[in-house]
Nanobody, 123 residues
Framework: VQLQASGGGLVQAGGFLRLSCTGSARTFSNYTIGWFRQAPGKEREFVAVILYRGGSTRSANSVKGRFAISRDNAKNTVYLQMDSLKPEDTAIYYC?????????????????WGPGTLVTVSS
C-alpha cells in the first residue's frame, strides 16, 4: 500500500493543524495505521495509532488530550487532528501501515511508510 501524508505547515504555538494520510490500497481498511514523528537530531517516535476498520486508538502521553486520530475508510484516509500545538511538536510527521502483529506502538511493526509532512510550531 502506498501512503501519502499531507497537511503540514507552519503554525504558531497554541494553534492547530489536521494531517491526512491517504492510502492507495482497496484493502486500506484492513490496515492499522500509525502516526510517528521525527524531530531534528532525535529518533522517530510514536504519536498515535488507530486499529484497522476504525477500531480503538492509542496516543503517546506527550500528545494525549491534544491530538486525536480518526479514519474514514470510505476515503482511504486517516486523520491526525493536532490542537494546542507546542514548539516541541515540531517534526516531520509520518504515517505508516502496520504489517506485523504485536505492539502497534513499535516502529518495527510497520512496513509501509509515506514520505512525511513537516510541521513547524513557532513560539
Amino acid at each position: 500500500v502506498q501512503l501519502q501524508a499531507s497537511g503540514g505547515g507552519l503554525v504558531q504555538a497554541g494553534g492547530f493543524l489536521r494531517l491526512s494520510c491517504t492510502g492507495s490500497a482497496r484493502t486500506f481498511s484492513n490496515y492499522t495505521i500509525g502516526w510517528f514523528r521525527q524531530a531534528p537530531g532525535k529518533e522517530r517516535e510514536f504519536v498515535a495509532v488507530i486499529l484497522y476498520r476504525g477500531g480503538s486508538t492509542r496516543s503517546a502521553n506527550s500528545v494525549k488530550g491534544r491530538f486525536a486520530i480518526s479514519r474514514d475508510n470510505a476515503k482511504n484516509t486517516v486523520y491526525l487532528q493536532m490542537d494546542s500545538l507546542k514548539p516541541e511538536d515540531t517534526a516531520i510527521y509520518y504515517c505508516a501501515a502496520r504489517t506485523k502483529s504485536g505492539d502497534p506502538e513499535r516502529i518495527q511493526n510497520y512496513g509501509y511508510w509515506g514520505p512525511g509532512t513537516l510541521v513547524t510550531v513557532s513560539s
